[in-house]
């Protein structure tokens, strides 16, 4: 038969306590820190135009769910000089039940994110709620301005994807 030559006393029981639960806290941080997707629907072109800013960074985009219980789009590479970031463009998310609207963000070459090696416009954006294998999402794009010719151009893309 095994006998412990020690007796734990109560201060060591209180270290070893508050070593789990410091533990779990920091494991609890880093999880809410880094969402990590739940559900992704890669997006793909359906009308419009091409985004793209270039041919060797063609636009790319997904629709999540995080562990957090946000749904958000990312469409990135676009194209700055026919989707600019000023303002001209109404960006449209559909997800499910959702729906809301955004803007056209830039996205500088320096960025990390930015794969292109050039500047490129981007739709980042995320609202709370869920949703269910089958459901669709759909990003719509539209910006209209003046152009270098005084002549009013309008540049439209649609994606759309399904989880």
């Known amino acids: 038969m095994l006998r412990l030559s020690k007796v734990v006393r109560p201060w060591q029981q209180k270290v070893v306590l508050g070593l789990a639960l410091g533990t779990m806290l920091a494991a609890f941080a880093i999880t809410s820190v880094f969402a990590s997707a739940l559900m992704k629907a890669d997006l793909h072109l359906v009308s419009g135009e091409d985004p793209s800013v270039a041919p ?4 790319d985009g997904d629709a999540q769910l995080d562990d957090q219980g946000r749904v958000g789009v ?9 989707f600019p970031a000023d303002g001209s463009c109404r960006v449209e998310v559909k997800v499910g039940a959702l729906s809301w609207k955004d803007n056209v963000t830039l996205l500088p ?8 090696g050039v500047p490129v416009t981007e739709v980042h954006t995320k ?6 294998v089958g459901d669709k999402a759909e990003v719509k794009v539209r910006c ?3 152009g270098q010719n005084g002549q009013r151009e309008r540049h439209e893309t649609r994606w759309a994807g399904t989880f």
Do not use: F, I, K
Request: net charge negative.
């Open 56 to 59: 060797w960074a063609p636009a």
């Open 74 to 82: 990312h469409l990135t590479n676009m194209d700055p000089a026919r």
């Open 109 to 116: 070459a320096t960025d990390p994110r930015n794969t292109a």
């Open 127 to 132: 609202q709370p709620g869920t949703v269910v």
């Open 144 to 146: 209209e301005s003046m």
